[in-house]
DNA sequence: AAAATACTTCGGTTTTTCCGAACCCATATT
DNA sequence: AATATGGGTTCGGAAAAACCGAAGTATTTT
């Protein structure tokens, strides 16, 4: 990654934004040569002219315009960053930031939430979704207090993160009232080659799922696949497949979605984890999430 | 305006980023007394504290959490500037900007652009509208190459631009059919009372307008006051009112709006202006503008 | 309790920033 | 044509920062 120099990026900046290096030194209290030379050495990092002279004055270039437009940006941010910062919130709440990794359901992770925000303070949730390798990043650099996933986190990861259990529970298939009347009749041999909605490869739930399929010589067709546990069920509403649920959410998402339940795979074991940068828990709303293992 | 210094921006990201001072000292080179000093410093100018240690580690505190998003941001388009004026040359076109003062009409303003389109060399158009004051401003610090206006420009500014008439024309009433019909009748005097679309306040037409109707001791009521011509003409087209526009762009308007003639006003002069921020005229496309006076 | 990890402080070197003075060039004025 | 005037540039040096290595301190993990 490969930066500007800001305080070149800034004189070139105010000259542009004043027209001239005269009236820019005079409104922001610059010499000429300092203006001057920055915005040469700024040219010269760039490999481009941004200014030509054109009768004893600077015109932009068309680099120019183009780099202006962005310092415009940037130094509008760069003026934001400073206000708020002054204004601090008023709002004298914990927050607390959660990665939830896009395989998980969504019901499931939110009984897992929910204990944090009973405490006696009040508590900002901020969610964020993602594959749980960027959530582990966003976690291990503080930019996250934990991360509900469905696999534990790598054993030896620097900086290290801890995982605890949440829960466990086996496996339920669903489907919607017509599908799952059929599936029913000869379960589990009527799963070979019916339509199964998938989660993303490589998740610790297909694992699980392709393994106990493998062991019972089951070839299931692959309707769709999804990150997103939503989007699973949203696609079996409509009937493209059966989906694959942990056992101990199928009451929730039956009367939810009104699916009914095709089949369990209670010999096909699932686990929830938090994780943790730090194996002493401080941050109280966290402490909440992990106080009460549900299983 | 107070801006951060963005070298110890670049500190605080960097470190948020890797996690520590450790990781972000190994993987940008920096040694860890320098991150850790600038970050410091950041937090003083900020007056806020970035970062908390919990447990031997830095972990973001809250501000440092929205400071940590707009510095994504802004070295977002630090690298981004640095990539874009790298890759410079592929359309080796002129390019024209050309600023139109929004109370022009489009279709008058349109033929004064042409024929910086009819040049030897492929032009690369880009127009920008706004109020005449902020155009000016971005005229004669080149942002600008040419300003379209109903005013020439103040005659003493600092820096210098220069005006030149393009065309000079009376003025003409429309509406569409219904209302037309109705103020034709007994014209100028139907005006008086007349719903009219004025253009806003302050401008060279609406100025001019006012000392017309003054003259003549009509007083239309205002049913609308619009910045922009089109909106206006839009208004219009709904018999909110009628319209003054220039005589000679009365035939174009007609045929697109279907709009028909009340009356015209020809004592009532308007004049059309392009405005350059120097006497002498180098680029070709602001040139062929200049060389074609319509009146 | 020891070992490991991670942040700070300190003193000094190297770079960068920044300025005043002098110089140059185009345009506008006389 | 000669001369202001309004810019821009070059030069040398002073002041301020950025930056580092070494040593010090604190906390967590084993």
């Known amino acids: 990654m490969h930066f500007p120099n800001f305080n070149h990026l800034r004189s ?6 004043a027209g001239s290096l005269r009236a820019a030194s005079q409104r922001w209290h610059f010499s000429q040569p300092t203006l001057s030379e920055q915005i040469k050495q700024l040219e010269e990092s760039l490999d481009t002219a941004l200014f ?18 962005y310092a415009e940006q940037i130094f509008a941010l760069g003026s934001e960053l400073v206000e708020k910062s002054q204004a601090e919130p008023s709002v004298r709440g914990l927050s607390l930031a959660v990665g939830v990794a896009d395989t998980l359901p969504k019901l499931l992770s939110w009984s897992f939430i929910r204990p944090a925000l009973n405490l006696p303070q009040p508590v900002r949730l901020i969610c964020r979704e993602g594959d749980v390798s960027s959530l582990l990043e966003q976690l291990t650099t503080f930019r996250l207090d934990v991360v509900l996933s469905d696999e534990a986190a790598p054993a030896h990861l620097n900086p290290p993160a801890f995982s605890q259990k949440l829960a466990t529970s086996g496996l339920s298939f669903l489907a919607n009232a017509a599908l799952a009347k059929k599936l029913r009749r000869r379960y589990p041999e009527s799963l070979d080659q019916a339509p199964i909605i998938f989660p993303a490869r490589g998740t610790a739930m297909r694992v699980a799922l392709d393994k106990w399929f493998h062991d019972r010589g089951l070839q299931p067709t692959a309707a769709a696949e999804c990150d997103d546990s939503a989007m699973q069920k949203a696609a079996a509403l409509d009937g493209v497949g059966f989906v694959a649920v942990a056992s101990i959410e199928v009451e929730s998402v039956r009367e939810r979605y009104g699916f009914e339940v095709v089949g369990s795979a209670d010999d096909c074991q699932l686990s929830f984890y938090a994780i943790t940068a730090m194996r002493k828990i401080r941050h109280p709303a966290v402490a909440a999430i992990l106080q009460k293992p549900i299983v």
Request: hydrophobic share 45%; proline share 0%.
């Open 52 to 69: 030509q002279k054109v009768g004893g004055r600077l015109a932009l270039t068309e680099a120019g315009r183009r780099a202006f437009d």
């Open 12 to 17: 070139f900046w105010v000259t542009a934004k």
